[in-house]
């Protein structure tokens, strides 16, 4: 029987990094995917593929509605669609295949099958021919992640009733996709067929979108992609939804309460995601789920049993790659004897439409139901000279000040680039930076970032450039 220090059960962004993490400290290491290729949803079916659809589409759209004000002409422009989703699948099969190279630099030992419980300590994994090999663990860090959630009474076709996973590889534009919840999910993959010239339709319970972000973000984002022609249904509660072979209908109540319906060729289902742990068996190990399907742990990862770990979306907090990544290294280092810690305060929020929305730390509304006094400084994207000189003058940086010590609590942003410069905001919070303290740093001009630094500034009303 092979034995290891360190057996990941998980190839995504916590599990892989984990296992890297786990082999740069000296453990004998092992890693175990179901799937035929490593990098779990967000190599696969999640981050990547999404980025590069955006990232395709955005260039279409700039195209279409920018290229002939900035002087360039171009006739008979088209979507080569199937050629977009073979340039998708080639990214992902690249960014899988360097996770492949990346377990063999650090001799990572990959083990193809479904990974199960025997016992807290053994592991067994059986292939595609049902074949069964047991693996001792030492230490396990479970990295599982999660699958798209659901309505009950949605059956899910996975043809025209369909999830982010289908609607990364369709084989046509819609005509119209009906968009059910108006989450990160929902937006990007909605903006990636807006712009290729589907229509699309957005039905969100909650009042706002993006419901967990700041209410200034919900708003100037939901204004921006209502220009872009996205329609938006808010408050809306679905109640059916129905296919025949081309054709989907969605039934709803609106804010008030009367049903209204709606008709489309597809409808994308991105109410969230759920955690996944099905066929790990945890019983056998005797590790604990809680009543939302989440895995318990305590401050350093660990599980109900103390040498098995779980990190990432199979536990509670938000569902992103980079806090998965945060736990697989915490989780690695603590194994080792080290004492890492995270501040899930500054794992920063970002949505990938176009406008782009970045956060970290509080919003208004958590300060607001704190009692912590504070200050608000904020500057529009379009007073920058870098903005009008690419045409991306939508948005504003909004930051969150301590009114006392001027701590900087929050900051919201939406504009072009925004998921990039979000990190100047998580370096500045990280050490605790007040707002004077961005106002004063000299920042390149023109650039986006300067946004941060007259935000800061006008948390004081002294802003230069409005």
């Known amino acids: 029987m092979k034995s290891y220090d360190v057996v990941v059960i998980g190839s995504g962004p916590g599990g892989y990094v984990a296992a890297i993490r786990c082999a740069q400290l000296g453990l004998k290491t092992a890693i175990i995917e179901k799937y035929l290729t490593l990098g ?13 659809l955006l990232d395709s589409s955005h260039h279409y759209h700039d195209a279409v509605h920018h290229f002939e004000k900035h002087g360039i002409d171009i ?5 080569n669609f199937k050629q977009m989703i073979e340039r998708k699948d080639e990214v992902v099969a690249q960014t899988s295949g360097g996770i492949n190279f990346l ?6 030992d990959t083990f193809e099958g479904i990974a199960s419980f025997k016992d807290a300590k053994h592991i067994n994994i059986t292939n595609a021919k049902q074949q069964v090999e047991t693996i001792e663990a030492k230490q396990t860090i479970i990295a599982t992640g999660s699958k798209p959630s659901s309505l009950p009474f949605i059956k899910l076709d996975k ?3 369909i999830t982010s996973t289908e609607a990364l590889s369709l084989k046509e534009i819609p005509k119209h996709m009906i968009v059910i919840g108006g989450g990160v999910i929902g937006l990007e993959l909605g903006s990636v067929y807006k712009r290729l010239g589907a229509e699309v339709s957005v039905l969100e319970f909650m009042p706002k979108i993006i419901p967990a972000m700041d209410d200034m973000l919900a708003r100037e984002l939901q204004k921006a992609l209502k220009k872009q022609g996205v329609k938006f249904f808010t408050g809306h509660k679905v109640t059916s939804v129905k296919t025949t072979t081309k054709e989907v209908t969605v039934t709803a109540d609106d804010k008030k309460g009367n049903p209204v319906t709606f008709t489309g060729d597809y409808c994308l289902v991105s109410v969230g995601r759920r955690p996944y742990t099905d066929g790990l068996a945890l019983e056998n190990a005797g590790v604990k789920v809680n009543q939302n399907g989440q895995i318990d742990t305590n401050d350093h990862l660990q599980t109900s049993i103390s040498n ?24 690695a280092e603590f194994i080792a004897g080290q004492k890492p810690h995270i501040d899930y305060n500054l794992i920063p929020g970002v949505v990938y439409t176009w406008p782009e929305v970045a956060a970290v730390g509080k919003t208004e509304a958590e300060l607001k139901e704190s009692g912590i006094d504070y200050k608000v400084g904020a500057f529009p994207m379009r007073a920058l000279g870098r903005a009008r000189a690419s045409m991306d003058i939508e948005g504003q940086v909004k930051v969150l000040a301590d009114a006392k010590t001027d701590q900087i609590l929050g900051v919201h942003m939406i504009g072009a680039r925004a998921a990039d410069m979000i990190a100047e905001a998580v370096v500045a919070m990280e050490f605790r930076a007040s707002s004077e303290d961005v106002a004063r740093i000299s920042h390149a001009h023109p650039t986006f970032t300067e946004a941060i630094k007259e935000a800061c500034l006008a948390v004081d009303g002294r802003a230069i450039h409005s």
Request: hydrophobic share 40%; proline share 2%; aromatic share 2%.
């Open 75 to 79: 006739d008979g422009l088209k979507v």
């Open 159 to 161: 043809k025209r009733i």
């Open 308 to 331: 098995i770990y779980a990190i990432g979306d199979v536990i509670k907090g938000a569902m992103l790659a980079h806090k998965a990544e945060e736990e697989g290294t915490l989780a």
């Open 40 to 52: 779990g949803t967000c190599l696969n079916v999640g981050c990547i593929p999404s980025k590069a």
């Open 103 to 108: 377990m063999d630099k650090n001799k990572v």
